[in-house]
């Protein structure tokens, strides 16, 4: 007591910033999943050495490493590694572009207006749970095969996310931050672009996130559609060749790719907004 | 001379109780009005009303003779969870008034750093408002709000999240910062001592339905003026009797 009094005197006012270290006795999370991936890897190659399945069913990791480094170089089939991802990462990124332009006023139309809400609502939830592989042959029909096609099957399953988040994200806008801005003369255009875009700014990023998850999830459907380029159509390829090696290349490709992306986004909400979830 | 008037209002939320019957105030410009009263008897409510962010069910609120239809930057409203923005620094959450109505960035930035120091927050005009203590944001809140210039200056319970001896600080901030600035001063407190060092005026409610049953005039706040101490007021033996009148003002209904 008397010591809390002591530094309530000798520093009333700075708060002191210390973040938590790694408390003793903490689970040491990161290192737990290392020796998982660690234990697998090592699985894997051992089965490889004793030739327990065969490497058409289960190429050995020194042999997927190797089309790596072979498709890196040479390409497969008319292709390199980094244009099939360069190919991919183009389709994802111009889908999420359509779906936030898109996605985003109907989110804010929903969050903000019940006739916004009415009208789409309904839209998205029928949308929402129908597999891209469904819809697939009546994008085909009425667009056709080109490079649009694709882009739209990843734009329309990225949508959902995008439009449930922002409109989340503006339906809990604080009564009290609207009312103070209000209280300092903000009209309704400033209130909104002062307070409710800000405050609906992290819940937007969320949906981004997951939308870009999903987005790469639907790609290897999206370039089932005639491509000849795009890390989906290069596993197809491989796949209808049986080289397994390729198969398995392209799956840890996709994931690495995944996980690269959703660190991405990380950083993109630390710079964006440092602020989500400390106030 | 301003004048902010509550005429006879009462008030209920959608299909509710009665949370206000019949209260008629008064506020001028240069007055340290003081809300005491239980919780849930309606003095939120009230402030809401006089802020405009709520209209009365019957009754009408008035600036200087004219009903007012909403807020307005005349009535600057200090929240009792400060309500900053944290997407804004300090300096920009300050200087938010000044930017809605259009003053250029150089002259915002003036007027943050010159109500910053006012609350005693030199040094911080860059810093995130989330790594800012709980007692530094409230003053935030004040600043901003007395950036806008507001006539009147309607605060919630401002020093309610605080520690008992960074709000006596602010009282004494509150009183220097009021007779500074002239506006006319609405604030809701649970502090018998806060509402009598403060207060020019002070209000009793009661509630079901919320409504005015005592007001008291004090001038404690004008003697801490005058250079009489803090410590000094809160020991007279007139402060200490009108405290025994304001505690038996607010549970002699509670008894009855
Ligand atoms: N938005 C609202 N909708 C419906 N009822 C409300 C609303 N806000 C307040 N009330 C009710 O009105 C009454 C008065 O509430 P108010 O917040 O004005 O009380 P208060 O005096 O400020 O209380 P406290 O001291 O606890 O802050 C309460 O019974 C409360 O339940
Ligand atoms: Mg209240």
Redesign the interface.
Known sequence: MSLDLAEAVLAPDEPTDHRPSRKRGAVPVRLISFATLAVLLAAWQVSASLALVPSLFLPAPAAVFGQFVAVARDGFVDATLAQHLAASLGRVFAALTAAIVVGVPIGFAIGASPVGRGIFDPLIEILRPIPPLAYLPLVIIWFGIGEPSKILIIAIAMLAPIVIATASGVRAVATDRLNAARALGATRRQLVRHVVLPSALPSVLTGVRIALGTGWSTLVAAELVAASRGLGFMIQSAAQFLVTDVVVMGILVIAAVAFALEALIRLVERWLVPWAGKA | MAHLAIESVSLRYDDGPQVLGGVSLDLRDGEFLVVVGRSGCGKTSLLNLA???VPPTTGRVAVNGVAIT????D???V?Q?D?????LSTAENVA??PR??GIGKAERRRIAENQLAIVGLEGLADR??????G??RQRVGLA?ALA?RPTFLLMDEPLGAL?A??REAMQELLVEVWAKSGAGVLLITHGVEEALFLATRIVVMAPNPGRIVKTLNVDFSRRRLAGESARSIKSSRDFVAMREALLDAIFEREAA
């Open positions: 802020a405009g962010f909403g807020p307005g930057a009535r600057a409203v929240f969870d309500a900053l923005f944290p997407w938010l008034g809605l109505s995130p408002i989330w790594r800012l203590s007692g530094q901003r806008a520690d001896m960074t």
